[in-house]
């Protein structure tokens, strides 16, 4: 198994940047494959990044304004976001999986808590 606890969620302006980590502990983080997801309210929730093996991928609305990343040796997990909309408004959540669909969210196995982040314009 392995816990996963999201930080640096908090309230930006429109055009403004968060930096998102997901600490990992438990089993070997770097056996895992990750990615982001998020909820906005009353919406369901969404893929927004992976990471599989070397290759990122990206929901295709956040190209060119999000990067996700790992440190493997710290356990943890990264989500750059810059430019931020308010429609990215959202509790946004890491996850873990031993395998299926990156940006199926019944693919993964580990979900952390979730961080909420508001942006306003």
């Known amino acids: 198994q392995v816990q996963l606890v999201e930080s640096g969620g908090g309230l930006v302006q429109a055009g403004g940047s968060l930096r998102l980590s997901c600490a990992a502990s438990?089993?070997?983080?770097?056996?895992?494959?990750v990615g982001w997801f998020r909820q906005a309210p009353g919406k369901e929730r969404e893929f927004v990044a992976a990471i599989v093996g070397i290759s990122t991928f990206y929901a295709n609305s956040l190209k060119g304004r999000f990067t996700i990343s790992r440190d493997n040796a710290k356990n943890m997990l990264y989500l750059q976001m810059n430019s931020l909309k308010v429609e990215d408004t959202a509790v946004y959540y890491c996850?873990?999986?031993?395998?299926?669909?990156?940006?199926?969210?019944?693919?993964?196995?580990?979900w952390g808590q979730g961080t909420q982040v508001t942006v306003s314009s």
């Open positions: 438990g089993r070997t983080f770097s056996s895992f494959r």
């Open positions: 996850a873990a999986r031993n395998s299926g669909t990156y940006y199926y969210t019944s693919s993964y196995d580990y």
